[in-house]
């Protein structure tokens, strides 16, 4: 499915910061674990998640520590901080109004997928 990037772009931080709230994670495994969500219809590259983990690290609301892999290699693991925890519950608030009033309108009218 082509989803349109304005809309990628919408959800990429609520979809992040969720992400981070389940537990702490690297890049790759975000990017595994969007793609997991979406049921394969979220291809996200390294080239649009890191950007954004580094401006919600600059923001205050994920915070970044050097780890070693299972195999040795280091790597940044990121965690939601108690910021990111507000301005997950807010954006949350906001989808739903988004997500329920699209409803309304929607209603049974077009079947998913078309």
Known sequence: MDIDKDLV???ATPLVLAILAEHENYGYAILKRVRELSGGDLEWTDGML???????ERLGLVRATWGLSAEGRRRRNYRITD????????????????????????????????
């Open 50 to 56: 890191y950007p954004l983990l580094h401006r919600l």
């Open 9 to 11: 772009a919408a959800m």
């Open 83 to 114: 910021a990111g925890l507000a301005q997950l519950a807010d954006q949350r608030r906001q989808w739903a109004t988004a997500n329920r009033t699209l409803g309304q309108v929607w209603g049974n009218a077009i079947p998913v997928g078309v």
